[in-house]
Nanobody, 123 residues
Framework: QVQVAESGGGSVQAGGSLRLSCVAS????????MAWFRQAPGKEREGVAA????GSAVYADSVKGRFTVSKDHTLYLQMNSLKSEDTAMYYC????????????????????WGQGTQVTVSS
């Protein structure tokens, strides 16, 4: 069983930056993917950014040019030029080798989830 844990959330003013981190215990495999999702109050959870084990990255249109996903032994989400609409609970998710594939930013693709870290952007 893989466990996933996020850290790095907090409060920031609009235009500021935050970096989220995520660690997954256990080996996910050479074709695994990891991703960041977010859920704002009253809204559905949405995919923000995802990255393959080989470094291919995918972004939601709403964050392109502002957010950067990267990984070494830790998954990161560098968030710049933050807006109030980025306020949400951010979740890290992991898909191991052989898992279901419904698209890089589809939550059904991911088997393991963290508990979330809150990001609040004030205008």
């Amino acid at each position: 069983q893989v466990q996933v844990a996020e850290s790095g959330g907090g409060s920031v003013q609009a235009g500021g930056s935050l970096r989220l981190s995520c660690v997954a215990s256990g080996y996910l495999g050479s074709t695994s993917w990891m991703a960041w999702f977010r859920q704002a109050p009253g809204k559905e959870r949405e995919g923000v950014a995802a990255i393959s084990n080989t470094g291919s990255a995918v972004y939601a249109d709403s964050v392109k040019g502002r957010f950067t996903v990267s990984k070494d032994h830790t998954l990161y989400l560098q968030m710049n030029s933050l807006k109030s609409e980025d306020t949400a609970m951010y979740y890290c998710a992991a898909r191991p080798d052989g898992g279901m594939w419904q698209g890089a930013l589809n939550e059904r693709t991911y088997r393991y989830w963290g508990q979330g870290t809150q990001v609040t952007v004030s205008s």
